[in-house]
């Protein structure tokens, strides 16, 4: 009696291994991207709050007619909500005169 075998349709260890090698590469390539344009948008958003925070102690020293003012000050008044006053404080970022 003769046992025929009949041949499954599959992947061979090889082409698993290609495929696997290229899927690391394209990794490795978007990875560092991906970082650089989160490191971009972290600037460009402090850069926006810098500019917000700036603008609204423009505002609170014509209104109140002072000539200094600090984060606290825009916070307590209204010009700064919770969250931009927090990441202003995160961000480093100073009232300039």
Known sequence: MKIIKSRTNAFTLIEMSIVLFIIALLILLILPNINSQKDRAQTVSNQALNQVVQTQADLYRDQYDTPSVSLDDLKKEGFLNDAQYQKAVKA??????
């Open 92 to 97: 480093k970022i100073k009232v300039q005169e």
